[in-house]
Structures are given as structure tokens and as C-alpha cells.
């Protein structure tokens, strides 16, 4: 059981190039979201889902969008990339779409922006 | 919005020693307080949870305890060993949110020197 699959690792990106972050899930779960994580900051949410076909914007939503066609997928784009977008992202699932469930973690994607 | 506080930023202990890690939180409609485990290269995964309607959680050497009217809850380690360093991130949500929202503290680095 593969889990949650955030692909690439690691990308470096010049400023204004765009990207997309993959992520896919086998566990049937719900809802999706990424995070991203810069240090002293924790997790941040950027964007999410509760289902196909829904998305929705979390706490720093500019400059990435994210569209959920299918209930495993749930890609991440850098439309123009900019140096303070450089961070780790995190995708992440859980079963259900309401509070207090399990959250997921994908092992990260490495950006680098310059 | 909900904003959580986590401290210490840093936390080295010696092995066989208790660890604690304080987190407070602002939205008094918080009532799910989730911990999760982050080790190097890794994304972070659940080690244990609380809701507001109990006081103490127990799991083997790990406890979090939850004081809804000061807005603090913590996570305690007890008989600490080298295999319990990583980054420690706390976490809340209420049934209002949409989705499954989690707002995360800044991240404790525990480290546990054999």
C-alpha cells in the first residue's frame, strides 16, 4: 500500500518558471490538501478538497493553484514562481472530510526557487 | 482565525529522561488537539490526539493533556530513547471548519542524546 505519493522530491525552478506538484493517494480517502512548512512556521495550509470536483483555499492560497478531477489525485501548480515560495511541500489525506480525522503526510517535495 | 503556539522551538534532553512540549491555542472553538511525529526526510504522522471533552490522554510512554480553559494542551514523553528525536508539531481544529483543517504550531526539535 503505497500511501499518499508526492512527486517530484526535489525541484529547483528559476524565477517565473511554472511547475506542477503531483500527488496521488490509494486509500480512497476524502479529502486532500497540501501544506507547506518553512522553518518556525510549522505547517501551512495552501489548498484543499473534500471530494472531486471541490477545492478550496486555506491560510496563503496566492500564486498556486490546485484542481481535484479524480478522488486519487490532487496536483499542485506554481503558475510564476517566485523566490519566497521556495519551501517544503506536503501533500496529505485523511478518510474523512471533517474535523478529526487522521492526516496523511506524503514525504515531501523540496522547492527551490531562484 | 485560530492561531496555535508551540514551545520550546528546541528540546534536548538526555535518554531515559521525561520531555515536554507546550502548545496554546486562540479559537476557543477548538475542540480536536492532534500531535504529529516528523523525522528527518520524512512527513509528519500521528502519534496521538485529544478532544475537548477529556482532560488526559495515555498511550504507553506518551501523554497529552488538555486544559480548555487556559487554551493549553501539551504532549509529555516519558523514559525518553534515541529513537524518539524528530520534530514535534501540535495541532487544532473544530467541527466548524470546513473540511479537515488543521492549524499547526511552529515545530519542537526534540533531541535525545544516548
Known amino acids: 500500500n503505497a500511501g499518499v505519493t508526492q512527486t517530484p522530491k526535489f525541484q529547483v525552478l528559476k524565477t517565473g518558471q511554472s511547475m506542477t506538484l503531483q500527488c496521488a493517494q490509494d486509500?480512497?480517502?476524502?479529502?486532500m490538501s497540501w501544506y507547506r512548512q518553512d522553518p518556525g512556521m510549522g505547517l501551512r495550509l495552501i489548498h484543499y478538497s473534500v471530494g472531486a470536483g471541490i477545492t478550496d483555499q486555506g491560510e496563503v492560497p496566492n500564486g498556486y493553484n490546485v484542481s481535484r478531477s479524480t478522488t486519487e489525485d490532487f496536483p499542485l501548480r506554481l503558475l510564476s514562481a517566485a523566490p519566497s515560495q521556495t519551501s517544503v511541500y506536503f501533500c496529505?489525506?485523511?478518510?474523512?472530510?471533517?474535523?478529526?480525522?487522521?492526516?496523511?503526510f506524503g514525504e515531501g517535495s523540496r522547492l527551490t526557487v531562484l | 482565525g485560530e492561531n496555535v503556539e508551540q514551545h520550546p522551538s528546541t528540546l534536548s534532553v538526555q535518554e531515559g529522561d521525561s520531555a515536554v512540549i507546550k502548545c496554546t491555542y486562540s479559537d476557543s472553538a477548538s475542540n480536536y488537539f492532534p500531535w504529529y511525529k516528523q523525522e528527518l526526510g520524512k512527513g509528519p504522522q500521528l502519534i496521538i490526539d485529544?478532544?475537548?471533552?477529556?482532560g488526559e490522554k495515555k498511550d504507553q510512554r506518551i501523554a497529552v493533556t488538555l486544559n480548555k480553559t487556559a487554551k493549553h494542551f501539551s504532549l509529555h514523553i516519558t523514559e525518553t530513547q534515541p529513537e524518539d528525536s524528530a520534530v514535534y508539531f501540535c495541532a487544532a481544529s473544530d467541527d466548524n471548519n470546513a473540511g479537515n483543517m488543521l492549524t499547526f504550531g511552529g515545530g519542537t526539535r526534540l533531541m535525545v542524546k544516548p
Open positions: 486509500m480512497n480517502h476524502e479529502y
Open positions: 485529544i478532544r475537548s471533552n477529556v
Open positions: 496529505a489525506s485523511s478518510y474523512t472530510a471533517v474535523s478529526g480525522g487522521e492526516l496523511f
